[in-house]
């Protein structure tokens, strides 16, 4: 959780920018569409389980259907606070 602002930070976009982007913003750097997400985290959630990815998408996939699972499955859960 945290507090989410919009910006139009020129040096940070570059840093950030990648070709691929053109996909999304045809215009490079200077398409107008092209805003940034700040979010300034207070709190995260981290689930760390030590499995591949298939093992943890099968998890998901488990109790999207409603199939009970070991809480353990989901891994180690620690709390990040700033």
Not at 19 to 36: I, Q, S, W, Y
Not at 51 to 76: C, F, H, N, P, R
């Amino acid at each position: 959780s945290g507090t989410a602002s919009l910006t139009q930070d020129r040096a940070l976009m570059d840093e950030l920018w990648k070709p691929a982007f053109t996909l999304f913003f045809p215009l490079g750097l200077d398409d107008p569409a092209l805003t940034l997400l700040r979010v300034d985290i207070v709190k995260a959630d981290v689930w760390d389980s030590g499995k591949s990815k298939m093992e943890q998408m099968l998890t998901i996939a488990k109790v999207a259907v409603g199939i009970d699972i070991d809480k353990e499955d989901l891994g180690k859960h620690t709390v990040l606070k700033k």
